[in-house]
Every structure is written in C-alpha cells, then in structure tokens.
C-alpha cells in the first residue's frame, strides 16, 4: 500500500517547466509527497526532511539529484524507463530511508532497429539514440543533455558577465545482452555535472557519476538470481580562482557495492526474497589545497 508507480507516458501527460520533463517535481503529485519549495528538487514524504529520502538510479545511489542550484532534477526523461517511490513499508532489499525510497530505472533500449529523437527547450536540448547490438537479443541505449544558458552570457558586452560560466550537462547510458534463456548482463551509467563560475574570481561545481553492472541467472522455473556491481560518486568543489587568494576545497563520497539478490517462487501467488550487501563508503567531508603564494 506504501508504493506508487510512475511510467515515462504519464509524466510525458503533465505540464512541463521551460520544456523540461522532471521526474522529481512529476511525484510532488502523489499522495503524502509534498516539494519542499519553489525552485528546488528536494520532496517531502510524510512529514519528513528531504535528507530523509534514498534515491537509486538503477541501484546506484545519487546523493544530489538536482541541476541548476535546484530548478532541476538529474533525471533526463528520454533515458527513464519507470519511477517507483516507497512511502512506508521499504523492502530490506533497500536498505531502509527514514521517509521514503525513490528507485528510477532506466530505459534498456530498441532490440529491434536504431532510433533517434532529441528536443530543444529553453533552458537545455537533449538527445536520445537507441537500437540493437545484436537483434533481439541485445540493445544499447545513450542520451545526453546539456545547457546553453553560457552561450548568452558570453554576448553581454559586461566583462564580469561573458567571461563567466553556468551550465549542466549529464549522460546516460545503458546496454544489455541476453546470452541464452538463463543469462543476462546489463551495464548501465550516468554522469552529470554543474559549472559556476564568476569570470577568474570564483568558480563552483558539483556532479554525480554512477555505474551499474548487474548479472541475471535462471537456476530453474522457481529460483532466480541478480548479481550487482555498482559505483556511485558525488562531489562538490569549491574555488578561489584569484593567483594571489587562490584555493580549492573538495567534498565527496564515494561508494563501492556489492549486491546479490535471490527470488523464489515457492507458488503462484507466493515468492520469497532473500540476499545480501556490501557497501564501502569514502567519505572526504573538506580537502582543501592552496597555491604557494595564497595567503
């Protein structure tokens, strides 16, 4: 009862801001979901504080899920297959939220032909191709976004104004091959990342990158096995770009994880699941380097 689902057909269905589909600001529409303000990505779920939510990208954890200080989300709508938010109840397989687990899964592309669509908007155009690596047993999947929001700036005849930078882009990607009726691998990816900076003073950026490796094995019509590889990396930097005041501060995590999943199908309408996890967690809360000559 605690779950909702969300398809890519239903989110295309809704009202869009400045030509951007977002997933984040789609669910804000449920039930129990409210957006914790006006120009930001972060969701309330039952009272909870948006630090309170897990958010997966194909089994990958996204610390920052927001572009554009917040206006919008990491997830590209041409590369997200479906959206399932857990709002009470989370399976163990998640590993537990305090308010809510979001899992967003990505499109595995065309097995059948290559296609390709992309659209321009006001703030950023993107672009989607997809199609078989081998037919009907393989497919690829690759979309990229990216705004042009510093290609304005750079025609203001103000100094401070077109030597200074602000965009996003992110990438995504995803392939799949099924060897035989038993085996599968899937390899998916994503990469994202914010740049701000104010002429040669001062420069910020901050950006995601995930990757997922996932084996599916069929040991018989009643036990079937996942095994994951995943990587997750967030980080956030922070510069001083004057030669005499010069500095860089870096925070970031880094996860490295290893999932083994097993369902079994003891009856029609009875399966159990069961597995383990490992993660290991860097954690670099503030690394701070400076030129010889800061002071």
Known sequence: MGVGKLNMSQINQLPVVLGEQDVLKSITLMPGIKSSGEGNTGFY?????????LILLDEATVYNASHLL???????????????????GMPAEY??????????KMNEGNNKKITVQGGIGMIASRIKVEGPIVKDKGSFMISARRTYADLFLKASSDTTINKSTL?????????????NDKNA????????????GLQDIFGTN?????GTLRFNHVFNNKLFSNTSFIYSNYNYVIEGLDRNDGFKATSKITDLNLKQDFQYYAAYNHNVKFGLQATRHDIAPGDITTTASSS
């Open 206 to 210: 901050w950006g995601n990158a995930t």
């Open 185 to 196: 691998i899937y390899l998916s990816g994503y990469f994202g990342k914010d740049v701000l």
């Open 167 to 179: 965009y996003f882009y992110d990438i995504n990607a995803k392939a799949n091959y099924r060897f």
């Open 45 to 53: 779920v039952r009272g909870g504080g948006s630090d309170q939510n």
């Open 70 to 88: 917040g206006f919008f989300s990491t997830f590209n709508s041409d590369a997200i297959k479906d959206v399932s938010i857990y709002k009470g």
């Open 95 to 104: 590993g537990g939220r305090l308010s809510s687990v979001l899992d967003v």
